[in-house]
């Protein structure tokens, strides 16, 4: 059995799955920030539609989330497998997309028909945004760290 394994119950250690967490947090809060400063930039200084800035605020944290948690988190340096690395992380953060673009989409419309100031408008539909954000990436972490310990090599990761 590896030794991030726990050989009593067969779960990873603690303290294996307390750095993996906060790594990836901090990847996150990494891509959050960049996601959320780009759809107040498209959004709110643009005046780009919703469903499209969140398409581009997405772009703005995925490829700076996808490089961090994978060296940080699931410490991979080497080269990624397409087919069995990147594929499954898009259709991930694929969903993740789709999810941010509706929810953004029926926030503005929401605060529109109810009058909402266009600045609190651009403030709470970012929240949204940050909220769904927030959600999704636990989901994530937990996807890719399935995702990522079946790749080969992880069996040396220690805690």
């Not at 603690?14 to 959050?32: D, E, H, W």
């Not at 107040?40 to 398409?55: E, I, N, Q, R, T």
């Amino acid at each position: 059995m590896p030794a991030h394994v726990c050989t009593v119950t067969g779960f990873p250690r603690l303290g294996l799955v307390l750095r993996k967490l906060l790594t990836y947090a901090g990847g996150s809060l990494v891509a959050t920030g960049c996601s959320a400063l780009a759809l107040a930039l498209f959004y709110g200084v643009l005046h780009l539609s919703p469903g499209f800035s969140s398409v581009l605020a997405w772009l703005a944290g995925a490829v700076p989330n996808y490089w961090l948690n994978r060296a940080w988190t699931w410490q991979r340096r080497d080269r990624p497998d397409v087919r069995r690395e990147v594929v499954p992380y898009v259709v991930i953060v694929l969903l993740t997309l789709a999810l941010s673009a509706l929810c953004t989409h029926v926030a503005d419309s929401w605060l529109r028909a109810h009058g909402t100031s266009a600045a609190a408008r651009v403030g709470l539909v970012d929240v949204v945004f940050v909220a769904v954000f927030v959600v999704m990436s636990l989901l994530r972490f937990v996807l890719l760290d399935r995702l990522f310990s079946r790749l080969p090599g992880q069996e040396k990761v220690s805690a």
